[in-house]
């Protein structure tokens, strides 16, 4: 397979990835570029970058979006809310690689479509913009990321007057102080899960829940 050829794809994975794409045919953007590994981007950022993309340019079928994707400059990936430089540059290498060119084409053959996401208002966070810093007692960065997502906020990787919240966990550093200079609302963790009535599990139920 030439599947097994990108770095990091072993056999077994191989296997199950062309199972799951004969099982289902019609997938969504984020789950294609978090499903083949493509390095630094997990599922939340895979999110935030199909969004980019859908904004963009709407709903392209796959390999026209491909195409399509491949004429966006690394300073405009870069610049995507949540991304950040790192996970840019990898995305950008791996649109312009020649492995990705034989994959999508290879993806196209076998008749996988794209399912793009329906834009919805939904959410009681709906349109507010955050940022993530500090470390949080009781979920990670990226389940806060899932959080505020889910329930129609943005996640952008850097303060500037465009931010609407910073929330900040322990040792939040430089961005507090920045949001603090531009008047930025500031929330913490009880913060959050007060605004979407949360109620974080406690030490002993989240050892209950691993079994």
């Known amino acids: 397979f030439d599947l097994i ?37 997990g599922s939340e950022n895979a999110k935030m970058i199909a969004a980019f993309f859908q904004h963009k340019f709407g709903d392209l ?22 991304v950040g430089e ?4 990898k995305l950008y290498d791996w649109l312009h690689s020649d492995r990705t060119k034989v994959l999508i084409n290879d993806f196209s053959n076998a008749g996988i479509t794209l399912l793009w996401k329906k834009e919805t ?8 913009k955050f ?11 990226d389940e806060l990321k899932k959080i505020i997502t889910d329930n ?10 465009n931010c609407d919240v910073l929330l900040a966990g322990e040792k939040a550093g430089s961005k507090l102080k920045k949001a603090e200079e ?9 913060k959050i899960c007060e605004k979407l009535s949360i109620q974080p599990l406690s ?4 050892k209950i829940s691993l079994f």
């Open 121 to 128: 208002n939904n959410g009681k966070l709906n349109g507010t």
């Open 203 to 206: 030490k002993e139920e989240e």
């Open 86 to 89: 790192k996970v840019a540059n």
């Open 152 to 161: 129609g906020g943005k996640i952008l990787s850097a303060i500037s007057g």
């Open 5 to 41: 050829q990108l770095p990091g794809f072993k056999f077994k994975k191989v296997e199950n990835l062309l199972l799951s794409l004969e099982a289902k045919k019609e997938l969504q953007l984020s789950a294609i570029l978090a499903g083949l590994g493509v390095r630094l981007i």
């Open 131 to 141: 940022v993530i810093t500090g470390g949080f007692t009781n979920f990670s960065r």
């Open 182 to 190: 531009l008047q930025i609302e500031v929330w913490d963790e009880e």
């Open 61 to 82: 079928p796959l390999q026209e979006w491909f195409e399509t994707a491949k004429t966006v400059s690394l300073e405009e990936l870069q610049n995507v809310d949540g």
